[in-house]
């Protein structure tokens, strides 16, 4: 089991281009959560989708933000038209019902 | 909803001494309470959880207690060392299983 899987690990945008964050849960999971981490802050919550499904999306800007988990591979987060303030980590965490979350290497965006 | 409150902020202890960060919770209906560490520049790693149906947890140096009554619980760390520093945060949820997290600890070891 390879664990959480987030790609890129890295990723340089300008501004007014989008970014498209992936994230592969481990295997059997089927929860997923997107958080935001600014620089010496807390975990953010974003989103929390089971498969198909957006369950919270109540840590999600209401414009340029948009995530999916479809049926098959991975769930993306996709921001448009990102501006300098989208530039932080996005982390994901998968986990089953009722255990511990894992948590991907997280997706360091910068924004020029 | 539900909302954790986590303090300090940040703490700084002498090498060797006890750490206690301290979480409290909204929503009784909350049954699981796991604590991760993050390290700089790393992703947030599980170090311990408790669920509602015990009073204490312990892990070597590491134990975590519950307060149901109150709604709070606890990571304590001791005979702390240079590698426990990082950030800690603790997290709170129901059996929907959605995390709800504390704003974090900077914990700092002075050697």
């Known amino acids: 089991n390879a664990g959480v899987m987030q790609n890129p690990r890295h990723l340089v945008r300008r501004r007014g281009q989008e970014a498209r964050l992936r994230c592969s849960p481990m295997k059997g999971h089927s929860h997923v959560y997107w958080y935001r981490q600014l620089p010496e802050e807390g975990l953010k919550f974003m989103v929390y989708l089971q498969k198909e499904n957006i369950i919270d999306e109540s840590g999600m800007p209401k414009e340029r933000f948009s995530a999916e988990f479809p049926k098959e591979g991975p769930s993306i987060l996709r921001i448009q038209q990102v501006v300098r303030g989208d530039s932080a980590a996005y982390f994901c965490a998968s986990a089953r019902q009722d255990t511990e979350a894992f948590f991907g290497q997280g997706t360091r965006l910068t924004v020029v | 909803g539900e909302n954790v409150e986590q303090h300090p902020s940040t703490l700084s202890v002498q090498e060797g001494d006890s750490a206690v960060i301290k979480c409290t919770y909204s929503?009784?209906?909350?049954?699981?309470f796991p604590w991760y560490k993050q390290e700089l520049g790393k992703r947030p790693q599980l170090i311990i959880d408790i669920r509602s149906n015990v009073g204490e947890k312990k892990d070597q140096r590491i134990a975590v207690t519950l307060n149901k009554t109150a709604k709070h619980f606890s990571l304590h760390i001791t005979e702390t060392q240079p590698e426990d520093s990082a950030v800690y945060f603790c997290?709170?949820?129901?059996?929907?299983?959605?995390?709800?997290w504390g704003a974090g600890t900077k914990l700092i070891i002075k050697p």
């Open positions: 997290a709170a949820s129901k059996s929907n299983y959605q995390l709800i």
């Open positions: 929503d009784s209906a909350s049954n699981y």
